[in-house]
């Protein structure tokens, strides 16, 4: 079936590293895509989304890539930082009015 | 303001049992989302609601489950004669506008059901 999928299930960073975090996605159709941020026993938190129409998009320490020839996605982290260990979920949604499509998730760890 | 809220945090129940997991979303969201996620999982879609239409519940897994909306706000996720595969964290969320616009969801802190 059509889902979205994570290169690597863990990463390992020294504070101060920049961090990249990939995801690769099946559905062409996809229209938006998000990227969540999980800490232990706590719901997904919104990140940073893009829509397809665009290549990038900034946030505050946070870069979002998309590049739909080969349907992948990227979420940068500059200047990594132990507050930044959690789980990080890519997320796509087909179309308008129907539910996001989660990846497995990659669980970042940050050493001082 | 408040986000959303999921009541209770944790239930622990036995095989067979019916359980209801409550979702107040935030107040103006017009979308209301239900994910189940197990244990080092990514999030498994069950059920959307958006407004008045009728709901998609392309994702629920069998029968024993059902969700209900009251009034366009608080949701409630029922799981009848639960079984050790329903074990998991349920998650709910809400937007604005699932029909239109890339409206983000925000997302509760879940509820952790354990079936023994």
């Known amino acids: 079936g059509e889902s979205v999928g994570l290169h690597l299930p863990t990463l390992s960073v020294q504070e101060g590293d920049n961090s990249i975090i990939n995801c690769a996605y099946s559905n062409s159709a996809s229209d938006y895509f998000i990227w969540y941020k999980q800490e232990s026993g706590k719901g997904p938190q919104f990140i940073i989304d893009?829509?397809?129409?665009?290549d990038k998009r900034q946030g505050q320490r946070v870069t979002v890539l998309l590049n739909k020839t080969v349907k992948h996605l990227s979420l940068q982290i500059a200047a990594t930082q132990p507050g930044d260990s959690a789980v990080y979920f890519c997320?796509?949604?087909?179309?308008?009015?129907?539910?996001?499509?989660f990846g497995k998730g990659t669980t970042l760890s940050v050493s001082s | 303001g408040a986000g959303v809220s999921q009541s209770p945090s944790n239930k622990v129940t036995e095989k067979g049992k019916d359980v209801e997991l409550r979702c107040d979303p935030i107040?103006?969201?017009?979308?209301l989302y239900w994910y189940r996620q197990s244990l080092g999982q990514g999030l498994e879609f069950l059920i959307y609601?958006?407004?008045?239409?009728?709901?998609?519940k392309s994702g629920l897994p069998s029968d024993r489950f059902s969700a209900e909306r009251t009034g366009g706000s608080v949701s409630t996720l029922t799981i009848q004669r639960t079984q050790q595969e329903d074990s998991a964290v349920y998650l709910c969320a809400s937007s604005l506008d699932g029909s239109s616009g890339v409206y983000e969801q925000y997302f509760g802190p879940g509820t952790r059901l354990t079936v023994t």
């Open positions: 609601f958006q407004g008045n239409s009728a709901p998609d």
């Open positions: 997320a796509e949604r087909i179309q308008a009015g129907t539910a996001l499509i």
């Open positions: 893009i829509r397809s129409n665009m």
């Open positions: 107040s103006g969201h017009t979308a």
